[in-house]
């Protein structure tokens, strides 16, 4: 009689619904602390922490400080409403409904449409301007971004991530460093291409956000389609900034302050290839937990002893490269960086691309590999998943030291997608040409340009530098040292050469020989 008494009761038997719901994503104790400790000001405890953020190449969007402070009221205005009595039932129903309204597991476009709805009324609050609206008590939005606004949305979910490994306003500290914006202008022209707002072929070379301010916009239906297809991750950046935003108001202060000191005040898009605006793009891309690991390199960078091979510091060539990466057992990020596809086009026309791949190398002379990605890193972001057709993930064959007679030798070199001499991308044996061939000859991956203006025909082009990183841990870090250590003592033994072991020259088979040689009649006179 007594389990019945729930189903009878609506209101029971929704709070129970809804109670289900939140606990998916925080605990239900964690969620009753901060109804009853803050439901009368929400709006302080979602505010943005204090911080200051600068970029070293250009500054930041236009009113982004006023609209990160804007952030806090306006998901408090538009998913909870002011509680009256904390210890009313109805309140904790609202309360767990806001809740789950922006933090619940939904389809992919509901999520982007309460991340655009906050984004609006943060402008709103902030007087920025904002292209985009919806239509009252629906969550169909309609409009469209400028360049200037997508730059800006992308530079506010990048905050809303970062806010997460951010002290609490009550810890934050008047005198902390400028925090350092990623580069997010391979997101925006990627949108922007996506949409045909601009040409995928000479007008993205040169092309800035901060200069983009004449040019067309992009619909919240083509935005919404790019997302989706491109950067699934964008959606979530709203729901984990409410949970890190409720666990940072039980979370111990003191704890706090010294999380944010890992990011640096200058970027390392001259020193390396996997920068920070390129870490958080692959994060937002990755359905994996490799996501997190992106992540965190976007805020705080990678760190240097994941690089396992860079050709400016450890030489060119496959033999190099395999020196670096033999033994290692795990994920790995590769990035390519080259120039032109002739001799008569601009040094400057750089572009870049990157593997992701999920499992180590092997010496091989056929293709190999479970599952990994193809990335266009600049000057235009892409991902091309797998398309699940064919498994010719990976290819990586280099001459060993007993080497055989082949009729038809493979080719030396390492490869990507595609088959045997028609590879999707093709570095060759002394890593100084790659070529780069259209999507129809590969069914290994989805079809795309890696590049702009690629055309139907090969693109062959100058590499400049070769990065590696490896992802999997300290773990798998240690046991490719504890490999190569096996190996270099395997190649000692091999080189040492034991002297006793020849015994005594006079005794020798090699002895005898030679004096058979020098007298072949020897033998013949000391019978007679």
Same mark, same amino acid.
């Given at each position: 009689?007594?389990?019945?008494?729930?189903?009878?009761?609506?209101?029971?038997?929704?709070?129970?619904?809804?109670?289900?719901?939140?606990?998916?994503?925080?605990?239900?104790?964690?969620?009753?602390?901060?109804?009853?400790?803050?439901s009368s000001s929400l709006p302080d405890t979602l505010a943005f922490p204090p911080a200051t953020f600068h970029s070293p190449t250009s500054p930041p969007p236009d009113h982004f400080h006023d609209l990160l402070a804007a952030l806090g009221p306006a998901i408090a205005s538009l998913f909870f409403s002011p509680a009256a009595s904390p210890s009313s039932s109805s309140d904790w129903l609202s309360f767990l409904k806001g809740f789950n309204a922006?933090?619940? #597991?939904? &389809?992919?476009?509901?999520?982007?449409?309460?991340?655009? @709805?906050?984004?609006? +009324?943060?402008? !709103?609050?902030?007087? *920025?301007?904002?292209?985009?609206?919806?239509?009252?008590?629906?969550?169909?939005?309609?409009g469209e971004l400028a360049p200037a606004e997508i730059a800006a949305l992308l530079s506010m979910c990048w905050a809303m991530a970062w806010s997460g490994s951010a002290p609490t306003p009550r810890a934050a500290d008047e005198g902390a460093e400028p925090v350092l914006l990623p580069d997010v202008s391979s997101l925006v022209l990627s949108a922007l291409v996506s949409a045909g707002a601009v040409a995928d072929d000479a007008a993205v070379w040169?092309?800035?956000?901060?200069?983009?301010?004449?040019?067309?916009?992009?619909?919240?239906?083509?935005?919404?389609?790019?997302?989706?297809?491109?950067?699934?991750?964008?959606?979530?950046?709203?729901?984990?900034?409410?949970?890190? #935003?409720? &666990?940072?108001?039980?979370?111990?202060?003191?704890?706090? @302050?010294?999380?944010? +000191?890992?990011? !640096?005040?200058?970027? *390392?898009?001259?020193?390396?290839?996997?920068?920070?605006?390129?870490?958080?793009?692959?994060?937002?891309?990755?359905?994996?937990?490799?996501?997190?690991?992106?992540?965190?390199?976007?805020?705080?960078?990678?760190?240097?002893?994941?690089?396992?091979?860079?050709?400016?510091?450890?030489?060119?060539?496959?033999?190099?490269?395999?020196?670096?990466?033999?033994?290692?057992?795990?994920?790995?990020?590769?990035?390519?960086?080259?120039?032109?596809?002739?001799?008569?086009?601009?040094?400057?026309?750089?572009?870049?691309?990157?593997?992701?791949?999920?499992?180590?190398?092997?010496?091989?002379?056929?293709?190999?590999?479970?599952?990994?990605?193809?990335?266009?890193?600049?000057?235009?972001?892409?991902?091309?998943?797998?398309?699940?057709?064919?498994?010719?993930?990976?290819?990586?064959?280099?001459?060993?030291?007993?080497?055989?007679?082949?009729?038809?030798?493979?080719?030396?070199?390492?490869?990507?997608?595609?088959?045997?001499?028609?590879?999707?991308?093709?570095?060759?044996?002394?890593?100084?040409?790659?070529?780069?061939?259209?999507?129809?000859?590969?069914?290994?991956?989805?079809?795309?340009?890696?590049?702009?203006?690629?055309?139907?025909?090969?693109?062959?082009?100058?590499?400049?530098?070769?990065?590696?990183?490896?992802?999997?841990?300290?773990?798998?870090?240690?046991?490719?040292?504890?490999?190569?250590?096996?190996?270099?003592?395997?190649?000692?033994?091999?080189?040492?050469?034991?002297?006793?072991?020849?015994?005594?020259?006079?005794?020798?088979?090699?002895?005898?020989?030679?004096?058979?040689?020098?007298?072949?009649?020897?033998?013949?006179?000391?019978?007679?």
């Open positions: 009689m007594g389990a019945s008494s729930s189903t009878d009761n609506p209101a029971a038997a929704a709070a129970h619904e809804q109670e289900s719901l939140a606990a998916a994503s925080l605990p239900l104790p964690l969620l009753r602390a901060v109804f009853s400790s803050r922006c933090c619940a #597991r939904a &389809r992919a476009s509901l999520p982007l449409a309460h991340l655009l @709805r906050v984004y609006a +009324a943060a402008c !709103a609050r902030a007087g *920025a301007p904002c292209g985009v609206r919806f239509q009252p008590d629906d969550d169909k939005v309609v040169g092309w800035e956000a901060s200069g983009a301010s004449a040019a067309k916009g992009v619909s919240a239906q083509e935005f919404t389609s790019w997302v989706i297809s491109t950067v699934p991750g964008l959606g979530s950046c709203l729901s984990r900034y409410v949970q890190d #935003r409720f &666990r940072s108001c039980q979370a111990d202060p003191v704890k706090g @302050r010294s999380v944010s +000191a890992g990011n !640096a005040t200058s970027d *390392a898009s001259d020193v390396y290839l996997l920068t920070r605006g390129r870490a958080w793009a692959i994060s937002l891309s990755v359905r994996s937990a490799l996501s997190e690991k992106f992540l965190s390199a976007s805020i705080i960078g990678m760190d240097t002893e994941d690089l396992l091979y860079r050709s400016s510091a450890h030489g060119r060539g496959l033999s190099r490269f395999w020196s670096c990466v033999e033994g290692y057992k795990g994920p790995a990020l590769i990035l390519l960086s080259a120039f032109g596809g002739g001799e008569n086009v601009d040094a400057d026309q750089r572009w870049g691309i990157g593997v992701l791949t999920e499992q180590g190398f092997e010496n091989k002379d056929t293709f190999y590999g479970s599952s990994g990605f193809l990335c266009a890193t600049y000057p235009i972001f892409r991902m091309l998943l797998p398309s699940g057709t064919e498994k010719n993930i990976m290819y990586c064959h280099l001459h060993t030291q007993l080497k055989t007679y082949e009729a038809k030798p493979k080719p030396l070199g390492l490869a990507f997608g595609g088959s045997i001499g028609n590879e999707r991308i093709f570095i060759d044996e002394d890593f100084s040409k790659v070529t780069v061939r259209h999507h129809a000859v590969d069914k290994t991956y989805q079809h795309g340009s890696l590049i702009p203006n690629q055309g139907y025909l090969p693109v062959v082009a100058s590499i400049l530098d070769v990065e590696v990183w490896g992802l999997g841990g300290q773990t798998t870090k240690h046991q490719q040292d504890v490999y190569k250590k096996r190996e270099d003592i395997f190649s000692g033994q091999r080189r040492k050469i034991d002297l006793a072991a020849f015994g005594n020259w006079e005794d020798s088979p090699e002895k005898m020989m030679m004096d058979m040689v020098s007298d072949p009649n020897r033998n013949q006179r000391e019978q007679r």
